[in-house]
């Protein structure tokens, strides 16, 4: 570990590299990268081969990323400090694969979890601050559906509130301007022996979404969706936990 040999990671968070499932040679973008594992992650599973674009905009986590990488020997990892909202899509129109992996409250992650005795006023403020992420992460997996040859995009949070799994997937599928429009990947296609699935309400199959319950699941709380494009051949995915 002190050498970069492995990297520790809770095994639900390992989840989103699984499913984004980037080829060998390929080029990927990690849209909130800090502090790195998810890109290490894809790092290893590209088998060093191809690029990971990784994306940070705050300049302390960013030099966190690049640490991390490069003690994991990521070679096919470059860092790049700056906000993923404004990067231009159609520079990187070499992207295959994007993993969006947004702030949330963190509200799955056991030593964060809630303790059922909330004041009104904690209540409230937990409220005001998902309003707001929630709100983030929207324009963050829209921006991710702009990269005109993308054909894979995962979306994942170590969140378990709906306001940040479910409903932004549905506004962002529904609101969506892409031409072929993206969709859900099918269960088929998403750790289909995974038991636990997305709340129902919101998408209209809801198996296609991964959840990962805190209490249950014997690991952290998380939610992960795949989306592809709309395209006879494959369309675009998009996948949440």
């Excluded at 088998?47 to 690049?66: H, M, Q, V």
């Excluded at 899509?89 to 799955?108: F, I, N, Q």
């Excluded at 005795?117 to 409230?124: G, L, N, Y």
């Amino acid at each position: 570990y002190l050498n970069g040999a492995f990297i520790i990671q809770d095994k639900s968070s390992c989840f989103a590299a699984h499913v984004l499932a980037p080829e060998p040679g390929s080029t990927v973008v990690d849209a909130c990268a800090a502090p790195g594992n998810k890109s290490s992650h894809a790092a290893a599973i590209m088998e060093g081969t191809g690029k990971i674009y990784s994306f940070e905009r705050d300049k302390a986590r960013f030099n966190t990323l690049k640490q991390m990488t490069k003690k994991g020997g990521c070679k096919n990892v470059f860092p790049i400090c700056d906000d993923f909202l404004r990067v231009d899509t159609e520079k990187y129109r070499d992207v295959d694969y994007v993993l969006v992996d947004p702030s949330c409250t963190g509200s799955g992650i056991r030593s964060r979890g809630t303790t059922g005795e909330e004041s009104t006023e904690a209540e409230a403020a937990d409220y005001e601050r998902r309003s707001k992420l929630s709100g983030f992460q929207i324009k963050i997996l829209a921006h991710a559906l702009k990269f005109p040859n993308a054909h894979r995009v995962v979306y994942s949070t170590c969140s378990i509130h709906e306001a940040e799994n479910e409903r932004v997937v549905h506004r962002v599928l529904q609101e969506q301007r892409v031409n072929p429009p993206w969709k859900l990947a099918p269960r088929s296609r998403v750790m289909p022996e995974w038991p636990r699935r997305g709340n129902p309400g919101y998408v209209e199959d809801f198996g296609c979404l991964i959840r990962v319950d805190p209490n249950e699941d014997g690991c952290n709380g998380f939610f992960v969706t795949v989306t592809f494009p709309g395209r006879s051949d494959s369309g675009y995915y998009l996948l949440y936990g």
